[in-house]
């Protein structure tokens, strides 16, 4: 089979991989994913299943901080996923820009409503408490809120509303593009999860900017709620924000094992995967503004990463390594010179994620053969 593959944008055709020729900087050697003893035998065996062609769907929960709010890496993860497996649909889309925040450009939650209450999960106090997606977007007086996913395959079919007044179904009559839901005056909304009612991997993301491990045990019943996402995998993906904190190492491992342990809880079925976070870089004006043109690489992402790695082994939960594969110490300079990272050293432009996605497909697809 013929694929195409891509090298920094340019499209260029190879015979039998949906590998990209990777900068020489990263380390494709480490691109595996270690599994510490977790058998994924049965999620191997639905996708292949899907694959064949069977009328199933394979649902992926992933739960991060800023690096997944704006999506960037899972909305081209998803589309990989998606071509290989079958779409089934969009997944979660979240208010965030109602909540006063951003989001992905994928699609869009609107309402003629001017007045919201907002909360963010690492905005405190909240003024409302936040939902299960970490966010809540609570209106002064009854309103809509119009959901539309932007890409193709991506119509609604199926559709459920999360909000404080708990989850409602709220299902179009026939397939739209686009679907309106009704809100009371002081009703949280968190999200709406959609499908196309068709065979194929249904891919949802929760992200916050900030976030970390343990700022989800905050929210309120947060792994309770998980199984409405029907999880076969959970991919967690944290540890920036701890390499920028004042956390021990005992609260951050301790924040990891309670998360993963919660979450198993509740979705006895899902297998999980953890990434480790790639070196960055910290600005010496401590994060005030305007950025001094002055960087030093932050020591404790590689710190971070290794505590991550011991307490997944430990526990016996697989792990992606990103700080090894995306080149180990001193990357991130070599990432900047590619023009990778945004100018803030913390995050990367699209073509860093993009980059990061097609690393994670390609771990993923060997893990799952």
Known sequence: MIKKIFLFGAAVITAMTVCAQYPQFINTAANRIEMNGADWSELSGKLARR????????????????????????NELRKLLQERY?????????????AGTNQ???????????DFTQTRLLKMPWPVRP???????????????????????????????????????????????????????????????????????????????????????????????????SPDLIILSMGTNEAFSYMSDAEITRSINDLVRLLGHYNPDAKFLVLTPMECQKNRNHGHKPLSPYYDINAKNKHVA????????????PVW?????????????????????????????????VLQARLMFDALSNALR
């Open 104 to 114: 992905s450009h994928d699609y869009s939650a609107t309402s003629p409503c001017k």
């Open 86 to 98: 079958g779409n089934a649909g969009r997944g979660l889309m979240m208010p965030l820009r109602l």
């Open 306 to 317: 290794q505590l991550i790695k011991d307490e997944c082994a430990r526990i016996g939960v």
């Open 131 to 229: 939902g299960i997606t970490g966010i809540a977007a609570q209106p002064g007086a009854k309103t809509t809120v119009t959901w539309h996913p932007k890409r193709a395959g991506h119509s609604i079919v199926n559709a459920k509303l999360l909000t404080s007044k708990g989850v409602k179904d709220v299902s179009p009559a026939v397939a739209v593009d686009s679907l309106t839901t009704d809100i009371a005056a002081g009703e949280s909304v968190y999200g709406l999860l959609t499908d196309n009612g068709k065979p194929g991997l249904l891919y949802s993301a929760i992200g916050n900017n900030g976030a970390c491990f343990n700022d989800y045990l905050l929210i309120d019943k947060f792994a309770e709620q998980t199984p409405v996402f």
């Open 51 to 74: 694959a064949g062609g069977d009328s199933s769907v394979v649902r992926i929960l992933h739960i991060g901080d800023s690096h997944i709010q704006a999506e960037m890496v899972t």
């Open 321 to 353: 390594d990103f700080y090894t594969i995306a080149g180990g110490d001193g990357c991130s300079d070599r990432w900047i010179d590619a023009k990778l990272f945004s100018r803030d050293r913390i995050h990367l432009v699209n073509d860093g994620y």
